[in-house]
C-alpha cells in the first residue's frame, strides 16, 4: 500500500491517478474533503481508504507501506496562522519522517520554489546546510517549508538514521487539471480561462521595473504531468535521495502563458495590462527560472514539456470540457 498526504488536492490527486494508471488500487489518501466539492478530483479513483488527518499518526501505528508521498499542506503564500502552519507544514513532516525511518518506509515530501524567497540567492538546488541557511523565503508557508528542509539537511550533518529513500521536491509554478478548489491560489490560466473563452478582456500587471515589459514577468510554469512523472520515476528509483528543484528550467512570460491559450482556441487576444497594487510592488517577484541539473544528474531524463504544447492539453483536455477534472 501507498500513502498520498494531500491526495484529494491539485497534485496529489493527479499522482493518484497516476497510481491507478499504473494498476496501483492499493492507494491510500489522507486529506480533508471539505464542503467545497474538493472530492471530485478523486471521483475517477479507486482509493483502499481515506483517512482524517487528525487520525494518521493512529493509522499509521503498525502499518506496512511501500512509501509516502508526502503532499499535504497549507500551501496558501497569504496564509498568516502561523502555529497552524507549522502544526500543518512543519510539525507534521517531522512525525512522518521520524515514522519513516524507523520502519524503513521510502519518503518522498513536497518542498516549495517558494524557499528560495525573492530569488537573490539564485535557484540551485544545493541542499547543504550552508547553502539553505542563506535563503530567505518571503512569506509564512515559504518558511514553514524551508524550515522543514534544514531540518532534513541538518540530520545528514550530524550523520542520524534517514528512511531508505528520500527525496525533497521543489516545486515551482505547477498548472493543471483538479486545481480548481484553490480560488485564488489557482494558476492564471485557470482563473482567467473563462474570460478568454468567452472574448473578455484579459488582466495583467503591467510592469513597474525598468526593462522588463508589461506582461512580461516570468515564472517557471510546469505542467502537473511533468511533475508526476518525476514522482513516479522517484518511486521507481529508491537509489535516488536529495533536494531537487522540480520545473522546466525555462522561464516563460504571464503574457505567452494567456497566448498560448489564445492559441489553443484559436481566437484573438485581448489583455489589458493594469497597475499592480501598491502594497505588492516592493515584493513582487519578477523571475524565478528552476536549476534543474541536480535532477538530471540524479538520473531522471523524462524531459519537461514545452509551455505551448502544455497549454493546449490542459485548455484542450480539460478546461474547454463540460468534465474538467481528471
Known amino acids: 500500500m501507498l500513502l498520498v498526504t494531500g491526495g484529494a488536492g491539485f497534485i496529489g490527486s493527479n499522482v493518484v491517478a497516476a497510481l491507478n494508471d499504473a494498476s496501483r488500487a492499493d492507494v491510500a489518501v489522507c486529506d480533508f474533503l471539505g464542503t467545497?466539492?474538493?472530492?471530485?478530483?478523486?471521483?475517477?479513483?479507486?482509493?483502499?481508504?481515506?483517512?482524517?488527518?487528525?487520525?494518521?499518526?493512529?493509522?499509521?501505528?503498525?502499518?506496512?507501506?511501500?512509501?509516502?508521498?508526502h503532499l499535504g499542506a497549507i500551501s496558501e503564500t497569504t496564509a498568516t496562522d502561523g502555529d497552524l502552519v507549522i502544526e500543518t507544514n512543519f510539525r507534521l513532516s517531522m512525525r512522518l519522517l521520524d515514522w519513516c525511518t524507523a520502519s524503513g518506509t521510502p519518503f518522498i515530501y513536497a518542498s516549495s520554489a517558494a524557499t528560495?524567497?525573492?530569488?537573490?540567492?539564485?535557484?540551485?538546488?544545493?541542499?547543504?546546510?550552508?547553502?539553505?541557511?542563506?535563503?530567505?523565503?518571503?512569506?509564512?508557508?515559504?518558511?514553514?517549508?524551508?524550515?522543514?528542509?534544514?531540518?532534513?539537511?541538518?540530520?545528514?550533518?550530524?550523520?542520524?538514521?534517514?528512511?531508505?529513500?528520500?527525496?525533497?521536491?521543489?516545486?515551482?509554478?505547477?498548472f493543471g487539471p483538479n486545481e480548481y478548489h484553490k480560488g485564488t491560489m489557482m494558476s492564471v490560466l485557470?482563473?482567467?480561462?473563462?474570460?478568454?473563452?468567452?472574448?473578455?478582456?484579459?488582466?495583467?500587471?503591467?510592469?513597474?521595473?525598468?526593462?522588463?515589459?508589461d506582461g512580461d514577468q516570468r515564472r517557471d510554469f510546469i505542467h502537473v504531468d511533468d511533475v508526476v512523472r518525476v514522482i513516479m520515476w522517484l518511486l521507481a528509483t529508491r537509489s535516488v535521495n536529495g533536494i531537487f528543484n522540480v520545473g522546466t528550467g525555462h522561464a516563460r512570460s504571464f503574457r505567452d502563458l494567456i497566448?498560448?491559450?489564445?492559441?489553443?482556441?484559436?481566437?484573438?487576444?485581448?489583455?489589458?495590462?493594469?497597475?499592480?497594487?501598491?502594497?505588492?510592488?516592493?515584493?513582487?517577484?519578477?523571475?524565478?527560472?528552476?536549476?534543474?541539473?541536480?535532477?538530471?544528474?540524479?538520473?531522471?531524463?523524462?524531459?519537461?514539456?514545452?509551455?505551448?504544447?502544455?497549454?493546449?492539453?490542459?485548455?484542450?483536455?480539460?478546461?474547454?470540457?463540460?468534465?474538467?477534472?481528471?
Open 36 to 69: 467545497d466539492g474538493k472530492w471530485r478530483n478523486l471521483a475517477k479513483r479507486q482509493l483502499a481508504d481515506v483517512v482524517p488527518p487528525a487520525e494518521l499518526m493512529q493509522w499509521l501505528s503498525g502499518r506496512k507501506l511501500d512509501a509516502i508521498i
Open 116 to 174: 528560495y524567497g525573492d530569488g537573490d540567492q539564485g535557484f540551485r538546488d544545493d541542499a547543504s546546510l550552508e547553502a539553505l541557511r542563506k535563503l530567505r523565503p518571503m512569506n509564512l508557508y515559504g518558511w514553514s517549508k524551508h524550515l522543514f528542509d534544514m531540518a532534513v539537511a541538518e540530520r545528514l550533518v550530524q550523520g542520524e538514521k534517514m528512511p531508505p529513500q528520500w527525496a525533497g521536491l521543489k516545486f515551482f509554478n505547477v
Open 190 to 213: 485557470a482563473r482567467r480561462f473563462d474570460d478568454v473563452k468567452s472574448g473578455r478582456v484579459v488582466q495583467l500587471f503591467k510592469s513597474h521595473r525598468d526593462g522588463i515589459a
Open 259 to 326: 497566448l498560448a491559450a489564445y492559441s489553443a482556441l484559436g481566437t484573438a487576444p485581448n489583455i489589458e495590462y493594469i497597475d499592480m497594487p501598491e502594497q505588492i510592488r516592493g515584493s513582487y517577484q519578477y523571475f524565478t527560472e528552476a536549476e534543474v541539473d541536480h535532477l538530471r544528474r540524479a538520473g531522471y531524463n523524462g524531459g519537461f514539456t514545452k509551455l505551448e504544447d502544455a497549454v493546449g492539453s490542459y485548455v484542450k483536455g480539460f478546461l474547454d470540457q463540460a468534465d474538467r477534472y481528471r
